[in-house]
């Protein structure tokens, strides 16, 4: 494995860098995602999104024609690691990184066409909708039913924990079309227009006091045929390929841990307690280098799927130890900056005296539940487990 970068790819890098200078003001860094943002932050958010569109970034790896810059995946990975390390704030990637590559594998011509450019040009947003309250991580239990009426599917169910469900402008959504067969080859794939009639949005609120998640209702939503994504009950293989895509976008987790880690180092190098900077505590020092560790180790997993992927390769169980490694490192290191802030560490975000503005605290409860998105630690595990290491299934 070569990890070095090329004077090209540095290059890449340094123009980003330049642009998020320029383009973004601390004061809208995203700290905490999932619906956190006011009116005037989402505003923000989506002027900010249009601009890295204009340069061709949030479709990286696309063909021009629909968008895209047709570069290459080391340029992906930076895009996606400087974005991330600035907390620059993004309504894309649900569209850039899940469901666009999906499109351009599934979709028909006419489908290209339609719905990538808008992704390409950050335009809109697009979220999932695939759990639901009667299952878990069987993605096979999809109860939602999609009926053909003429030139329309009409569907009715619920969908739940639907991240940004508040401000979708699309989504992508599993539903069940035939009822006669096994449960993973009756799933049919839909992309749907939120203002369709008969979408009712509910806001969750999280533990950070965000409506981060809802729930979403279809109350006999009529959608074009034309709109199903694949052949009919042919959902479980795009399924598979969109998880496969959302697992495989590994290096923003990377760029939130190491821009937390610095942070964290900046703060116990000029915060005292008892007239003694933190920085000077062998057990804080211990801790943190402990930290800084594993967050470096995760970057160089996250490397090692891109890597793969340009040499050809297929990451399957490589990609769930990266995505697993990497959420449970950056939720330990938000842990582990907590506790040596002591009781200011409870702080909540925003609050006046919280160290950190509080974000610390914030990305503890955002990140926790952020363990269970794209595929539970139990379900990367068994991947490890009978794909990585050939073990049978219990």
Not at 284 to 308: F, G, P, T
Request: proline share 5%; glycine share 12%; charged share 25%.
């Amino acid at each position: 494995m070569d990890f070095t970068f090329t004077p090209e790819e540095e290059a890449f890098r340094k123009e980003i860098r330049e642009f998020i200078k320029k383009e973004l003001p601390r004061k809208y860094e995203r700290v905490v995602v999932h619906g956190g943002e006011s009116e005037e932050e989402w505003e923000f958010t989506k002027r900010f999104t249009r601009k890295i569109g204009e340069k061709g970034w949030i479709a990286t790896l696309w063909p021009k024609k629909y968008g895209g810059l047709e570069g290459t995946e080391m340029q992906y990975l930076i895009f996606n690691e400087e974005m991330a390390y600035a907390r620059a704030p993004r309504m894309d990637q649900g569209g850039s990184g899940i469901v666009g590559p999906t499109i351009l594998v599934h979709g028909t011509e006419e489908q290209k066409n339609k719905f990538l450019p808008p992704i390409a040009h950050g335009e809109v947003m697009w979220i999932q909708c695939f759990s639901e309250p009667n299952f878990g991580s069987d993605s096979g239990g999809i109860q939602t039913s999609a009926v053909l009426d003429g030139d329309h599917y009409v569907i009715n169910g619920q969908k739940i924990w639907i991240s940004f469900g508040l401000h979708g402008d699309f989504c992508y959504m599993t539903t069940r079309t035939d009822t006669t067969v096994s449960k993973h080859k009756g799933i049919s794939f839909f992309l749907l227009d939120m203002k369709t009639p008969g979408i009712e949005v509910r806001p969750i609120v999280n533990m950070v006091g965000a409506p981060g998640f809802c729930e979403v209702y279809f109350d006999n939503v009529r959608v074009p045929k034309e709109n199903m994504l694949g052949p009919k009950n042919g959902g479980w293989l795009i399924m598979m390929t969109i998880l496969g895509f959302e697992r495989g976008t590994l290096a923003a987790i990377g760029g939130s841990a190491r821009r937390a880690l610095d942070d964290l180092v900046n703060f116990v190098k000029n915060t005292s307690y008892g007239g003694r900077p933190l920085a000077k505590d062998p057990i804080v020092r211990q801790r943190v280098a402990d930290m800084a560790i594993e967050v470096y180790a995760s970057r160089l997993l996250a490397y090692r799927v891109i890597w793969m992927i340009t040499k050809g390769m297929i990451p399957q169980y490589q990609a769930s130890i990266a995505k697993v490694f990497g959420d449970e490192v950056y939720f330990k290191l938000a842990k582990t900056a907590t506790e040596i802030m002591g009781l200011y560490g409870t702080l909540a975000w925003h609050a006046p005296k919280a160290p950190m503005d509080g974000y610390m605290t914030g990305n503890y409860l955002n990140n926790l539940g952020c363990l269970f998105a794209g595929g539970t630690p139990e379900i990367q595990r068994n991947i490890m487990a009978t794909v990585g290491l050939g073990l049978p299934r219990g």
